[in-house]
């Protein structure tokens, strides 16, 4: 069952509390993927990525249990390797990961950064046809920022875990409670959208 939670800053302590009762673990028995795609263009945004890996140890998740997954180290999909072609066995930091191997992971995180980047990130390495089978498997898929909008309706190539449009960083969001249309969303830094299963609903 799809568990999916879209994010405008990151994990709240509410959001934290949701975050725990879906993962049912102890913190250092969680393993999480952290892809920080996004974030790689200038200091604002890669400032983000020491935020959120110093967010998930604050929460007890140990780094040795963090993969940080930078899909800029992938080679594309389809290209076809020349003098490489012998090198076998790579770290899972530098090779697409299996439907298998995801499998062995809680939780996967996109942070904040330039969504359209992550968006050509995903689709040049065809990353999204195993995670997606994974994420409709039960990965706990958690969006910040930009991850959130890639994820959402935000993009013709994007995820498309739901068809509205979201804008993050509000000031004034929108209702909070089930989405019934497919409407754009408006999210504060405290809300948040919420996918169980075919539930969709916006929480703070």
Known sequence: MRRILLTSAGLTDNFK???????????????????PSAATENDGAREGISLCIYMLMEMGIRMENILVY?????????YTRTYSRGVDNLPQEFRRLT????????????SGGEAPLLVGEIKRTGFDGVLNPAVEDGLFYIGIS??????????????????????????????CGVVENDEDICLTDEQAIW?????????K
Do not use: R
């Open 17 to 35: 509390k949701l975050f725990w009762k879906n993962v049912n673990k102890e913190p250092e028995q969680v393993k999480i993927i952290f892809v």
């Open 70 to 78: 930078n899909l800029k180290y992938m080679l594309s999909q389809n």
């Open 99 to 110: 439907s298998d191997e995801l499998k062995e992971y809680d939780v996967i995180v996109f």
């Open 195 to 203: 996918i169980e299963g075919d539930s969709v609903q916006i929480i």
């Open 146 to 175: 930009a991850g959130s909008m890639v994820a959402a309706g935000n993009f013709k190539d994007g995820l498309g875990y739901i068809k509205n449009h979201i804008t993050v960083h509000c000031e004034c969001g929108s209702e």
